[in-house]
């Protein structure tokens, strides 16, 4: 898997939601309909320039007759590798006995 940046996030959703919305043969203003959502809201997932909140996730999906994590195919998050600490020396300023 590829890793993403957050903006791409919001794409690869937007992509998986137009697939989703054209497979169930549905306009956007109708499958805003469904999921109580403005039409304009539909648009802006599907272009990815905003990100879904949960409850909208579940309402696109219930909308859609799918699963939710349906719209998330393709998508994972991969948290940071662990880093192996370190001693490290600092010069500080020597004092005399």
Known sequence: ????????????F??????????????????????????????QLERGERVARADTLVKLAGALDI??????????WRPPQPQVGSFESSSYPKTTP
């Open 14 to 43: 937007g992509k998986n939601l137009r697939h989703h919305r054209k497979a169930a043969d549905l306009s956007q203003e109708e499958l805003s309909f469904r999921a109580s959502l403005h039409r304009t809201a539909v648009g």
């Open 67 to 76: 699963p939710a994590g349906t719209l998330l195919e393709g998508i994972a």
């Open 1 to 12: 898997m590829t890793p993403v940046a957050g903006s791409d996030f919001a794409r690869l």
